[in-house]
């Protein structure tokens, strides 16, 4: 059997090359990458125009409606304080994004491993995820040696569970002929997991993450909110409760242009990730083509 | 055609009209298996497999033909009878079985790794390093005519270069069995009859032992020295067959009277079994 012959004999080879290669998104036209970023930038301007008229010519009072300008000037004049505080919200949010991956990802391969331990921890793991977190978070408070732990452990108890049902999910889903071949070369259990299971279970892993990215960024609202800190260890929660109370609606605006800002953040570097690990196999992250 | 009618058994392989005289490589002894719904997919299963044979194992879906193959490969447990391994290792202690390679009947590659990662795996299980197995794994794709493509991914393939990864992954270990599970099953016609041409000139080289599952009387009737024909409900053997036609076979053979005699007279024997296995 030469290459030859193959070649020869296969001819759609040759055809699955020319249609398969160009994978990558280089492949789409420069027209429509440049639309994939104008039309919504075009969007915003058009909405940001449409606010500024609208207050302008109505004569909105700030302390109703600030104008986008309005906005823009106030993150400019308050950025010291809110970018810290802003700093001090994403360390909390990334911080129990790392821990729940960790934790999540820990558990998940414990529990393939037992079908007694699964039994055990799923129904806590479920319970923790449907109680509300912000009738928890009180509790927490009240037991976690500073405020700081408290809102990071909220976050964490959030963004904790969709990492872990979807780890499960993806260690459980190994192909069996695959688990079969593995057990036909006399494969230790160690190497099942690194070499088949993990991997298998990457792009449900990935997908828990991009939940759990989100998630912990409102969590971490949510204690915030419940906590109450202010001070040196203010977040952009307690900023935004604070500029509510003192009536100033241009920083509170502010505020919450950061905050989202902070999650398309998040999510995009999610996709990022994801997107890095699965494209060059997994069919999520791959052009259809046809 | 001297064999078109004769009532051939398995004395007719070992006779001298018979290519090759086999040492027994593996005996399956009154082989049975329940399976835990209660269902009997193997009932009484007793078949001598020679050494350096080609046997094919033809029968409709539930004659309990794959069950078999897992079974000789150690993938699951027979309820009753034993399987016996033939192969005097030297210096080894006891008859255990020698290396095996199986082949499903998806080409079941792992999505995320390359074709050389893929090919890789046994001996990577085996603990050797990628570098250490480089040759050898260059060396099964050499055989299967699919060097050039080592760096691509499973998905960039055609369903029939899937399918010959999967048979260099199962030559890697240089097994001396070659179990082979429907593999062609999926495949177009003309791909199929391609792979069935590299098979047999790589058993003819290689001179492994091939136990090969099929429901097609035409491939099994191609390939093999010898046919089990099975019967469903319970599994069972229903007849063997001998294929006397010399090797190498090629693509004339299929168009041969003796061809089209020797599957007129398998596809016979099927009908008989799957009429008896209706009632």
Redesign the interface.
């Known amino acids: 059997m030469t290459t030859a012959e193959t070649a020869q004999a296969e001819p759609r080879v040759a055809e699955d090359e020319d249609n398969e290669l160009p994978l990558a998104p280089e492949a789409e036209s420069l027209g429509g990458r440049i639309a994939r970023i104008a039309v919504p930038l075009g969007m915003l301007a058009l909405l940001l125009t449409v606010w500024q008229a609208y207050v302008t010519v109505f004569d909105v009072p700030h302390y109703i409606l600030p104008s986008p300008i309005r906005i823009g000037q106030t993150l400019a004049t308050d950025w010291s304080m809110l970018f810290a505080a802003l700093l001090v919200t994403l360390r909390i949010t990334v911080l129990a994004l790392a821990i729940a991956l960790v934790g999540g990802v820990a558990i998940a391969i414990i529990m393939a491993q037992s079908r007694w331990v699964e039994l055990a921890l799923y129904p806590y793991a479920v319970i923790l995820q449907v109680t509300p977190i912000v009738a928890i978070a009180p509790l927490i408070l009240i037991y976690a040696p500073t405020t700081q732990s408290a809102i990071l452990i909220c976050a964490w108890i959030v963004a904790f569970f969709p990492v872990l049902s979807n780890t499960t999910q993806g260690l459980r889903s190994t192909d069996h002929n695959l688990l079969n071949l593995f057990e036909l070369y006399g494969a230790s259990r160690r190497q099942t997991l690194l070499f088949l299971q993990l991997p298998n279970a990457l792009p449900y892993f990935l997908a828990g993450l991009r939940i759990a990215g989100g998630l912990s960024l409102i969590a971490a609202v949510v204690g915030e909110f419940a906590a109450g800190t202010g001070g040196r260890n203010a977040g952009l929660a307690f900023r935004l409760l604070e500029a509510q109370f003192r009536l100033n609606i241009p920083r509170l605006f502010a505020a919450l242009v950061l905050l989202s800002m902070a999650g398309v953040l998040i999510f995009f570097a999610t996709s990022l990730l994801s997107w890095l690990l699965l494209r060059k196999w997994h069919e999520s992250a791959v052009r259809r083509e046809n | 055609m001297p064999t078109a009618t004769a009532r051939p058994d398995v004395l007719e392989t070992a006779s001298p009209a018979g290519r090759r005289l086999r040492e027994p490589l593996v005996r399956l002894q009154s082989i049975s298996k329940t399976f835990s719904n209660g269902t009997v997919a193997l009932r009484d299963l007793s078949v001598d497999i020679g050494d350096g044979e080609f046997l094919s194992l033809l029968g409709p879906s539930g004659c309990g033909k794959s069950t078999a193959l ?1 079974i000789i ?3 699951g447990e027979a309820t009753a009878g034993s399987v016996e391994w033939r192969t005097a290792e030297p210096g080894g202690a006891g008859p255990t079985h020698p290396e ?1 390679g ?1 082949v ?1 009947q ?1 080409p ?1 590659l ?4 390359t074709v050389f990662g893929n090919v890789w ?2 001996l ?3 603990g050797q390093t990628r570098q250490a197995a480089r040759g050898r794994v260059m060396e099964a794709l050499g ?6 493509f080592a760096d691509s ?6 369903g ?2 899937k399918m010959r990864v999967s048979i260099a992954r199962a030559l890697i ?1 240089r097994p001396k069995l070659l179990l082979m599970d429907e593999p062609f099953a999926a495949l177009d016609e ?2 199929r009859f ?1 792979l069935n041409n ?1 098979l047999l ?2 058993w003819e080289t290689f001179g492994w032992t091939v136990i090969f599952v099929t429901h097609s009387v035409f491939e099994s009737v191609y390939l093999s020295e010898r046919i089990i024909v099975m019967a469903a409900r319970p599994g069972r053997v229903y007849r063997e067959l001998a294929i006397e036609a010399p090797y190498p076979r090629e693509d004339d053979f299929r168009t041969s009277p003796i061809y089209n005699e020797h599957c007129r007279r398998v596809s016979v024997t099927l009908h008989e079994a799957m009429g008896e296995g209706s009632h």
């Open positions: 897992r490969a150690g993938l095996i199986f499903f998806e079941t792992m999505p995320w790794a795996l046994p990577r299980l085996k055989m299967v005519g699919l060097e050039a991914y499973p998905r960039e393939l055609s029939g270069m270990t003309i791909t391609k590299d000139h790589l």
